[in-house]
């Protein structure tokens, strides 16, 4: 019997959905995208997030983890390829253009301001995590908005701020 090791949660990381302007996205519509069987979704066996912001400032719950500073197996999910065993990953319900051609920070001022005080939780609770965005681990777009510009605009310390 193998035992993954507990590891030190190291980042979060914010993420979009890809989805138009002003569409909401529900948890279950994640779980469909990722958890289905490919063609209709990904395979996987964890959703990607643990967290689902929606328009209205809502949170939502994906993933049950147990708030500690360490990533338990059960609690890892499938956000960015390479650091998923040291990350917690979140997502705004939006992203896109409201054509969905092209990508564009959407956030709602309701997220916005529940990302922040996410963010102020996680880093009181963690204080040496670092904060990022998808596009600073992957060749994408998501999460539509420069991570690092928007936390330092906040007053996010810059220790926490993930610049590779």
């Not at 958890?35 to 979704?41: A, C, H, K, M």
Request: hydrophobic share 35%; net charge positive.
């Amino acid at each position: 019997i193998q035992i993954n090791p507990v590891m030190k949660l190291k980042f979060l990381v914010i993420h979009c959905t890809a989805t138009p302007e002003g569409r909401e996205v529900t948890g279950d519509q994640i779980r469909h995208w990722h958890l289905d069987p490919v063609p209709q979704g990904r395979g996987w066996k964890q959703v990607g997030y643990t967290d689902l912001f929606h328009l209205n400032g809502g949170i939502e719950r994906l993933v049950k983890n147990n708030e500690d500073g360490n990533v338990d197996t059960w609690e890892i999910t499938n956000g960015a390829v390479g650091i998923n065993a040291i990350s917690r990953h979140v997502v705004y319900a939006g992203g896109l253009t409201a054509d969905g051609k092209q990508p564009k920070d959407t956030r709602t001022p309701d997220q916005r301001k529940a990302l922040l005080k996410y963010i102020q939780d996680m880093i009181r609770m963690n204080p040496d995590i670092l904060v990022a965005g998808h596009n600073q681990f992957a060749a994408k777009a998501c999460p539509s908005f420069n991570v690092p510009m928007w936390l330092q605009s906040v007053g996010i310390p810059a220790k926490n701020i993930y610049k590779p």
